[in-house]
């Protein structure tokens, strides 16, 4: 009994368990806090989740302009999407449907 009092009484054992509880405490601030590490590594995450987003945002958009683009200025694709969703033909031209094949 009297070496476990002498031991906590050790100004060097103190000093010692004094550190370890500061660094502890520093490192619990580091990693939990709202700037910690953990915060930081779920915000890059969703930072790269976002980028990604972006880009397909991006390449939709740019689609979509293209479409538009054709729409205004190219007869051939106006005549294909008269003819797919609305089914308008030529005078005097014969439309066949074909059914459709199920895969």
Do not use: C, H, W
């Amino acid at each position: 009994m009297n070496e476990v009092t002498n031991n906590v009484n050790n100004p060097r054992r103190r000093v010692i368990i004094l550190g370890v509880s500061v660094i502890i405490i520093f490192a619990t601030i580091i990693i939990f806090s709202d700037y910690g590490l953990l915060n930081r590594f779920k915000l890059e995450y969703k930072k790269i989740t976002l980028k990604k987003e972006i880009e397909a945002k991006i390449k939709t958009s740019d689609s979509l302009k293209n479409q538009i683009e054709l729409l205004k200025n190219d007869p051939a694709t106006i005549e294909r999407i008269a003819r797919e969703k609305y089914g308008m033909k030529r005078k005097n031209e014969e439309v066949y449907y074909l059914p459709k094949e199920n895969k």
